[in-house]
């Protein structure tokens, strides 16, 4: 796969960009990719780039997948520290002119330059992942009932708490972390009342460290230990996985987001901690996206995972967790009855 590294600039990155499709005698005009059909693809990562153990690894497994079945080529695109919209609108416009179709922002702090950028590039579908926000007929929304899955976390929370204390760790307080705040918090409390949810986010918006730096985390936890939780669900992309670290060696529960965590290699050393994780099929969604360009049908619009198509749920890769019985049990009533909707999942807290 060719790779674009880390850099610091997004505009040096876009230069490379452009030096890479001129050396394959591509023009840098956008007609240049007026062609619907390519055997090239691209992912911009979010805050925290590939090697995050969660949201970015996911989708970087999607396009690995593609390249391996679909045989296409990929290239990876890495976000700089306090990027502004102008430096995503380079990126996806680079990776555009380079001939990548399709070209996915993985993340909703893409929605403005793919608002910008889509137009442009009328013949190209510009996939962004966890947003509904910005439409186009070339632009697939990928989106999840992260609130959903987030249940399931809060019912087994809940039943394996001593302390019946729980912590809920947010990485930036946006609508979409909400979400994941809100469905917890319901399934704590509608399997178990006497159950208290201590909420933490470690950064507001616009600072999206929360989603970057892992001592964030870890500080949180450590507060949230010493507040009697003894169980801890993180949603705060890289900055999660200090929170894992501070509660596996305080010999506590974690569960983790968005990848099954417990399979991550960057956190063996703590996966006997990670009780399960709250997934969103991240792999699949960027796969199916990639395959429906290659065969000529292109997603646009709305493209949903719900419980009711495995796109969330709670990963049962640790042993431990599928032992205990009477929580599995309990997990699977809650599922079938969201999904038979007899329970409604709240996306606010």
């Known amino acids: 796969m060719r790779r674009i590294t880390r850099i610091a600039t997004v505009g040096v990155m876009s230069a490379a960009l452009a030096l890479s499709v001129t050396a394959c005698g591509e023009s840098s005009s956008s007609s240049s990719s007026s062609d619907s059909k390519s055997d090239k693809t691209a992912i911009a990562y979010d805050i925290g780039g590939r090697g995050d153990q969660s949201f970015n690894d996911a989708a970087y497994a999607g ?3 593609a390249e391996k079945d679909l045989g296409v080529k990929g290239t990876e695109a890495e976000p700089s520290d306090g990027e502004a919209d102008a430096d995503k609108v380079q990126r996806l416009t680079a990776l555009a002119r380079a001939g990548n179709n399709p070209v996915i922002g993985v993340g909703f702090a893409y929605a403005p330059a793919i608002k910008k950028v889509a137009p442009k590039f009328p013949k190209i579908t510009f996939g962004i992942i966890d947003d509904a926000s910005v439409t186009g007929d ?4 990928i989106v999840f009932n992260e609130e959903q899955g987030s249940y399931l976390a809060g019912v087994a929370a809940a039943k394996v708490t001593k302390t019946k204390t729980v912590g809920f760790i947010g990485g930036v307080e946006t609508p979409l972390i909400k979400k994941f705040q809100a469905g917890f918090e319901q399934g704590v409390k509608e399997t178990d009342p006497s159950v208290k949810v201590v909420p933490q986010y470690l950064t507001q918006p616009p600072n999206f460290d929360g989603f970057s730096k892992p001592d964030l985390g870890k500080a949180a936890a450590q507060g949230q230990l010493d507040k009697g939780a003894d169980v801890v669900y993180s949603a705060a992309g890289l900055a999660g996985s200090g929170a894992i670290e ?24 703590y996966r006997e901690s990670i009780l399960t994780s709250v997934t969103k099929d991240v792999e699949d969604s960027v796969f199916n996206l990639i395959k429906s360009v290659q065969d000529g049908k ?11 198509k495995d796109g969330v749920g709670l990963a049962m890769s640790n042993p431990a967790f599928t032992k205990m019985t009477d929580v599995i049990a309990a997990v699977d009533k809650a599922k079938k009855e969201i999904i038979d909707g007899k329970i409604t999942v709240k996306t606010t807290p």
């Not at 501070?246 to 529960?253: F, L, R």
């Not at 292109?298 to 009711?308: A, K, T, W």
Request: cysteine-free; charged content about 25%; aromatic content about 8%.
């Open 138 to 141: 070339n632009i697939a929304n």
């Open 63 to 65: 396009l690995a997948r």
């Open 246 to 269: 501070a509660v596996s060696k305080a010999g506590k529960w974690n569960i983790g987001v968005d990848s099954d965590q417990y399979k991550q290699a960057g956190l063996a050393d």
């Open 298 to 308: 292109p997603q646009s619009g709305e493209v949903r995972y719900g419980l009711d």
